[in-house]
């Protein structure tokens, strides 16, 4: 039988460009659209494994029709929890990619809309994986959300996570400004 997911998910890749001048949104191209178990797996066992992109690479995992950008109105309030990954840990990296998918598009957490979607970034000096959820201002909502995650990754007290809120990517323009509005 098919599995259908309480929503439709849609997958986007970001690559290196050797434009300097392009615009960050048009490098950001959608590869699939899927609301089922089934077809989430086929597309996962169908694109290369986060061990084998190029680095500054990006899957990008988000919520239809939510934009993995800051400035989309669903995530303009909102914010990402960020952890750090070293860049000798690639398979650490690929594993925590995979159970923060199914995370987000099982719909575990009781406060499903909140999150948005999640983000892998290939930097081999210092990978990330993000959460980024909705309402960055509720700090009851974020920090459960924070401590579900962390569970899902099966990470314990010494693994930090840190949240920023998008609106100082905004004023920054950049991804990871110095800082955080929470830890965990
Ligand atoms: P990154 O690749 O997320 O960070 O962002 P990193 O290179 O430090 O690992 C790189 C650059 O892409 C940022 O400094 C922005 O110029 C642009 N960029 C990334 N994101 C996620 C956004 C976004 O949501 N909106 C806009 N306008 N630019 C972004």
């Known amino acids: 039988g098919v599995h259908p997911l309480h929503d439709k998910w849609v997958l986007y890749y970001n690559g290196p460009s050797k434009d300097k001048s392009a615009n960050w949104e048009d490098l950001v191209k959608r590869v ?3 609301d089922t178990v089934e077809d989430f797996w086929g597309l996962f066992n169908n694109i290369p494994r986060v061990e084998d992109l190029a680095n500054q690479s990006d899957y990008n995992l988000f919520r239809d029709p939510i934009f993995p950008a800051w400035e989309h109105p ?8 960020l952890l750090a990954v070293s860049g000798g840990d690639i398979q650490g990296l690929s594993r925590m990619w995979l159970d923060s998918c199914l995370f987000a ?3 575990q957490f009781e406060d499903t809309k909140e999150i948005c979607g999640v983000v892998v970034s290939v930097r081999p000096r ?4 993000c959460l980024w ?7 009851e909502k974020t920090v459960a ?3 579900a995650w962390k569970e899902a990754l099966g ?3 010494e693994s930090k996570i840190k949240y920023q809120i998008h609106s100082s990517s905004v004023q920054s323009q950049r991804s990871f400004p110095k800082g955080e ?3 965990l």
């Open 126 to 129: 210092g990978h990330k994986l």
């Open 32 to 34: 699939m659209t899927f």
């Open 145 to 147: 959300l924070g401590k």
């Open 133 to 139: 959820t909705r309402s960055a201002l509720d700090e």
């Open 181 to 183: 509005a929470y830890s």
């Open 105 to 107: 598009i099982g719909e």
């Open 74 to 81: 669903d995530n303009r309030e909102g914010g990402k929890w």
């Open 155 to 157: 990470l314990g007290p």
